[in-house]
């Protein structure tokens, strides 16, 4: 039996064909990555100026197979964990695509912080990114030190945009679940003409409505390779007991 199994062929069986992986990870035409993204992004979204590229898709990720088996404009590299410079280094040197490292949030603050935004920025990071309770004082300190963009996540409507303005981030990145259409029309009104970046959900239907709403770039997050891994083990058992039973025609 084959064993290259293209991510296609997980997705298509009937039983699977409503769910979140079949719709948001469908291959498109060109079949040039395992992992597409749904071709609405790149039709509709307006995109987010990195550098030099335009970014429109962003994969939520830090596993390399998944990064290097996926068409998606960059990286998002945000984990629940310390800022790791050795995780930014491997990543940066290894996508083909913009990095955004993560750098700060409710436990690393301060210095810690600053010195990691400094560090990402000189192994090449197209941008850094800080979580919601991540102190403006210290964005302030890092917009005097580095000179890629400056992301900010954010998850509710009670919280002053115009301050992380003030302070320095040149991004917004939406992920307030049921609530982030609701939040980016917010910001649209707060912070006219802001770029937003927002996490797609679980349906195509909650890409669409952000997108709808003003999001410029989607954040999509894909199946693990545990799930990848047991969909093609139940293939490799389907396909070894359909041979097995005609076998024993014989």
Request: glycine share 6%.
């Amino acid at each position: 039996m084959n064993a290259d199994i293209k991510i296609k062929s997980i997705w298509e069986s009937k039983k699977e064909e409503n769910n979140f992986f079949h719709s948001l990870f469908s291959i498109s035409k060109l079949k040039s990555k395992k992992i597409a993204t749904p071709l609405l992004i790149a039709k509709r979204c307006n995109g987010i100026s990195l550098g030099y590229s335009t970014i429109k898709s962003l994969i939520f990720s830090t596993d390399m197979a998944l990064i290097e088996n996926s068409d998606a404009d960059a990286v998002l590299a945000v984990y629940p964990f310390t800022p790791s410079l050795k995780i930014m280094k491997a990543l940066i040197d290894f996508s083909e695509k913009p990095v955004i490292c993560g750098v700060g949030g409710g436990m690393t603050q301060g210095r810690v912080s600053i010195e990691m935004a400094i560090s990402a920025e000189e192994m090449g990071a197209a941008a850094i990114i800080v979580n919601q309770p991540y102190k403006n004082k210290y964005i302030e300190a890092i917009k005097r030190k580095v000179n890629i963009p400056i992301i900010s996540s954010v998850s509710v409507k009670e919280f002053s945009f115009r301050d992380r303005v003030n302070a320095g981030v040149d991004i917004f990145h939406v992920t307030g679940g049921s609530e982030t259409a609701s939040i980016i029309e917010y910001i649209n009104y707060a912070a006219p003409c802001y770029p937003i970046i927002a996490t797609g959900g679980k349906t195509i239907d909650s890409v669409e409505l952000s997108i709808d709403s003003g999001a410029d770039a989607i954040v999509l997050t894909p199946p693990s390779s545990g799930e990848l891994f047991k969909t093609i083990m139940n293939q490799y058992r389907a396909g070894y007991n359909k041979l097995k039973n005609r076998l024993n025609h014989f």
